[in-house]
């Protein structure tokens, strides 16, 4: 049973940047056919994808924030990280690291981390 | 991106049965069978309830199902009880290779 476990700054100022980190146990994050992902929620708001990155180094990221995000992955700590440059109060919001389940016929979310809440504010 | 379509709310008394719908384009919904679901619960993380349109995961109740037509997925939870009441998240892979998530629908049983 894969176990994802985020940390991090709970507060960051505007105009800095977000820094994220997401410990992986039960399972090494070199296993095939899955994307280590970050989502986030707003305060009261949905659910938004922002990027995945696989063991190979390959990356995607949502078109929204593809200019600001970083993703990166450390395979001999078995972890991968999320940087949110410039950041605004619009990126206050509870950030989840999940893992992406992606084979020939099959793809979707199976396991999630609890989430932690960043604030940006002065 | 543009996010997936969910009906705000939806409501039902128990043993009921409610349906939530989950509009995409071709790009995305309508593209592949790679629809899931997902119940959040207040202050927790989200829970797989249905992947690849159609499948449920180990441990998730056969009252809840899944199916597409087109563009359009679809949750259904039968024998409606009060500990369905939460929010409810559709996502698809893309195209693009992107994921996009529905803007989720709050669950009220009555």
């Known amino acids: 049973q894969v176990q994802l476990q985020e940390s991090g700054p709970g507060l960051v100022k505007p105009s800095e940047t977000l820094s994220l980190t997401c410990t992986v146990s039960?399972?090494?994050?070199?296993?095939?056919?899955?994307?280590w992902s970050w989502i986030r929620q707003p305060p009261g708001k949905g659910l938004e994808w922002i990027a995945y990155?696989?063991?190979?180094?390959?990356?995607n990221y949502n078109p929204s924030l593809k200019s600001r995000v970083t993703i990166s992955l450390d395979t001999s700590k078995n972890h991968f990280s999320l940087k949110l440059s410039s950041v605004t109060a619009a990126d206050t919001a509870v950030y989840y690291c999940?893992?992406?389940?992606?084979?020939?016929?099959?793809?979707?979310?199976?396991?999630w981390g609890q989430g932690t809440l960043v604030t940006v504010s002065s | 991106q543009s996010a997936l379509t969910q009906p705000a709310s939806v409501s039902g008394s128990p043993g009921q049965s409610i349906t939530i719908s989950c509009t995409g384009t071709?790009?995305?919904?309508?593209?592949?069978?790679?629809v899931s679901w997902y119940q959040q619960q207040p202050g927790k993380a989200p829970k797989l309830m249905i992947y690849?349109?159609?499948n449920r995961p180990s441990g998730v109740s056969i009252r809840f199902s899944g199916s597409k037509s087109g563009n359009t997925a679809s949750l259904t939870i039968s024998g409606l009880q009060a500990e369905d009441e939460a929010d409810y998240y559709c996502?698809?892979?893309?195209?693009?290779?992107?994921?996009?998530f529905g803007g989720g629908t709050k669950l009220t049983v009555l």
């Open positions: 999940a893992s992406l389940y992606c084979s020939r016929n099959s793809c979707y979310l199976n396991y």
């Open positions: 071709s790009s995305d919904v309508g593209a592949y069978n790679y």
């Open positions: 690849d349109v159609t």
């Open positions: 990155i696989y063991y190979s180094g390959s990356t």
């Open positions: 039960g399972g090494s994050v070199s296993r095939g056919s899955y994307y």
């Open positions: 996502s698809s892979y893309t195209r693009s290779s992107t994921l996009v």
